[in-house]
């Protein structure tokens, strides 16, 4: 019988202990890199000789760069695609590409437009096949927010995770994240915006511990950690529309305050500054946003070594 691929398609895919190994295993690799220069190879270099593809189909700085070097240090290489500039571009279909792809490297992470065409990849490739967001999820960055929070606050599984604004694919992915690690989410969204109804269905249905509410205040109530993201992600095309919903939903320092004493922020950027979040904020002492971009590396590396070993 042939053996199943190690893909990383969605949090949600993934047992408990699965995941709880792949974030503290991430830990381990950011110990062990403490102090050394960047073109330090991690020991034993335990993915030499493997390549990786990056296939994007919608821009990206920090899943580009981090997956890459991720690479690099692990003794590995890295090729990169972009959709306009190969022939999916010009319509060839994601499961010949997928095929094609899995003839030359050894696995595949798509920043994908859309799920289904995640899905597609995973389907035809004969190589692992790693999802680095689409419209409806974004697992690898999730997990390096539960790695951030967790260095600043303890377990996932004592925290309340406060999500304010849009219901969208990183809001989902966390709704995943405390379904299969535990804790407390308290998603603040208009009543256009909420997750998904399946997001919200898989939720009940896995017995997390997630409140959907309008009310930001309501929200950040004895938060630990309060999470926003940008008003209209790469997908949307209704932008106007999206702020005028979205304005009460802005985190300042205000909001801030109604949240728990010593309350983390974090976001996973690009940010609109001082529209989802006000300067103050992001800058401020609670802010947790650069070490939750660094720690795509550690995450992306953990879950390389998950999908490859
Ligand atoms: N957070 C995130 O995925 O960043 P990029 O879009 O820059 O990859």
Redesign the pocket.
């Known amino acids: 019988m042939t053996k199943p691929l190690n893909h990383f398609l969605d949090i949600a895919d993934h047992s408990a202990a699965h995941l709880r190994a792949i974030v503290d295993r991430a830990r381990k690799i950011k110990a062990a890199r403490a102090g050394r220069p960047r073109g330090w190879r991690d020991p034993g270099e335990p993915l030499k000789g493997r390549i990786l593809a990056m296939v994007f189909e919608r821009p ?5 760069v981090s997956f890459e070097v991720a690479m690099k240090q692990l003794g590995g290489e890295a090729v990169i695609i972009t959709a306009n500039d190969t022939q999916i571009g010009r319509g060839e279909t994601i499961a010949d590409t997928a095929r094609v792809l899995s003839r030359y490297v050894d696995a595949i992470m798509i920043r994908a437009a859309k799920h289904s065409n995640l899905m597609e990849l995973a389907q035809h490739a004969t190589v692992p096949v790693i999802n680095g ?1 689409t419209d409806r999820t ?1 697992p690898c ?1 999730v997990l390096a927010d539960v790695l951030t929070l967790e260095e600043h606050k303890g377990p996932l599984a004592q925290q309340t995770v406060a999500w304010l604004g849009d219901g969208n694919n990183v809001a989902a992915s966390w709704v995943h994240a405390v379904g299969r690690l535990g804790g407390r989410m308290q998603l603040g969204c208009p009543a256009e915006l909420s997750p998904d109804p399946a997001v919200m269905d898989w939720a009940r249905a896995e017995k997390a511990e997630v409140m959907l509410t309008t009310s930001p205040e309501a929200a950040v109530a004895n938060a630990s950690c309060v999470i926003t993201d940008t008003w209209v992600s790469m997908h949307d095309t209704d932008g106007a529309r999206r702020h005028n919903l979205l304005k009460p939903y802005q985190v300042n320092a205000a909001l801030m305050n109604k949240a728990a004493p010593g309350a983390v922020f974090m976001h ?3 940010a609109h500054r001082n529209e989802e979040v006000t300067d103050e904020v992001m800058d401020g002492p609670q802010s947790l946003i650069f070490d939750e971009a660094e720690n795509r590396l550690h995450i992306q590396k953990s879950i390389l070594l998950s999908c490859l070993e």
Not at 60 to 64: E, L, M, V
């Open positions: 990206s700085t920090r899943t580009r967001l974004h960055q996973c950027l690009p």
